[in-house]
């Protein structure tokens, strides 16, 4: 299986903003057979629920519907890892006729749908996200594709998108981003509990805990120490404490920098 449990780390990667939906690694109509390329398309609503639909589906089709929603902030919402429906039947030069999808990744964009809608922020996100997938997959802009220019069925997504500018755009940031740093951060490895996390994950944690550490011993940025302390660092309090008690070795650390 094929299926893109990378997503959330991709995306991130990429400096954008992720939301990951609970149960999301597990969510798709079976497995991917091999990954070809990016489907971009609108929601056709424009709300802030367009996503339920992309996940739960509707009366006629189960979801989910799309493996990303592309919030109007700029925000991808994870949804799914597993094979969706969304391209219907259409072709595009290397994916299969009436069958990409068990081949491309749906992004869904969230809009009304009559081109006058996106944001610069859901613009810029949207030409990265997808720059970030077709990097990760061996795959240039050219399979990079809206849903109109594959479909034979009629559709008009994404509309108010330019889509030669677009791959434009999209090839531009995967050439001037450096693939290897994207692919060491996706490499995993047995951390101490004996888990199985990618090095950005990694990454991400060892930030988080160096700096809670760092403000134990410090006190909050700007470092002017702890009140209870008497705006002292813990280093210094201890000094002071033990120059008090007269332990050798321990100095007042008011008087060097007085
Ligand atoms: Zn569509």
Same mark, same amino acid.
């Given at each position: 299986?094929?299926?893109?449990?990378? +997503?959330?780390?991709?995306? =991130?990667?990429?400096?954008?903003? $992720?939301?990951?939906? !609970?149960?999301?690694? #597990?969510?798709?109509?079976?497995?991917?057979?091999?990954?070809?390329?990016?489907?971009?398309?609108?929601?056709?609503?424009?709300?802030?629920?367009?996503?339920?639909?992309?996940?739960?589906?509707?009366?006629?089709?189960?979801?989910?519907?799309?493996?990303?929603?592309?919030?109007?902030?700029?925000?991808?919402?994870?949804?799914?890892?597993?094979?969706?429906?969304?391209?219907?039947?259409?072709?595009?030069?290397?994916?299969?006729?009436?069958?990409?999808?068990?081949?491309?990744?749906?992004?869904?964009?969230?809009?009304?749908?009559?081109?006058?809608?996106?944001?610069?922020?859901?613009?810029?996100?949207?030409?990265?996200?997808?720059?970030?997938? +077709?990097?990760?997959?061996? =795959?240039?802009?050219?399979?990079? $594709?809206?849903?109109? !220019?594959?479909?034979? #069925?009629?559709?008009?997504?994404?509309?108010?998108?330019?889509?030669?500018?677009?791959?434009?755009?999209?090839?531009?940031?995967?050439?001037?981003?450096?693939?290897?740093?994207?692919?060491?951060?996706?490499?995993?490895?047995?951390?101490?509990?004996?888990?199985?996390?990618?090095?950005?994950?990694?990454?991400?944690?060892?930030?988080?805990?160096?700096?809670?550490?760092?403000?134990?011993?410090?006190?909050?940025?700007?470092?002017?120490?702890?009140?209870?302390?008497?705006?002292?660092?813990?280093?210094?309090?201890?000094?002071?404490?033990?120059?008090?008690?007269?332990?050798?070795?321990?100095?007042?650390?008011?008087?060097?920098?007085?």
């Amino acid at each position: 299986m094929s299926d893109p449990l990378w +997503l959330a780390d991709v995306l =991130r990667a990429e400096g954008l903003q $992720v939301v990951e939906h !609970e149960g999301w690694r #597990e969510r798709g109509h079976g497995d991917f057979r091999d990954l070809r390329g990016v489907l971009c398309h609108h929601t056709a609503g424009g709300g802030t629920r367009d996503w339920q639909i992309v996940q739960y589906g509707r009366q006629d089709l189960a979801g989910p519907l799309a493996q990303l929603v592309l919030e109007r902030d700029g925000t991808y919402r994870v949804i799914a890892a597993g094979v969706c429906w969304h391209a219907g039947r259409g072709s595009h030069p290397g994916w299969p006729t009436d069958d990409a999808n068990f081949h491309v990744i749906g992004i869904e964009a969230v809009s009304r749908g009559d081109g006058s809608d996106w944001t610069p922020a859901q613009l810029d996100a949207y030409k990265r996200g997808c720059a970030a997938i +077709l990097r990760h997959i061996g =795959r240039t802009a050219s399979d990079c $594709v809206a849903h109109r !220019e594959y479909s034979s #069925e009629g559709k008009i997504d994404p509309a108010g998108i330019d889509m030669d500018q677009f791959r434009h755009e999209v090839q531009a940031i995967i050439d001037g981003t450096p693939g290897g740093t994207m692919a060491a951060l996706e490499e995993t490895f047995v951390n101490f509990r004996g888990d199985t996390v990618t090095l950005g994950t990694a990454i991400r944690y060892i930030d988080q805990y160096v700096n809670e550490l760092r403000e134990q011993i410090t006190g909050p940025i700007p470092m002017e120490g702890w009140p209870q302390l008497g705006d002292l660092t813990l280093v210094d309090a201890v000094a002071l404490i033990g120059a008090e008690l007269k332990i050798p070795g321990f100095t007042d650390p008011r008087t060097k920098s007085a």
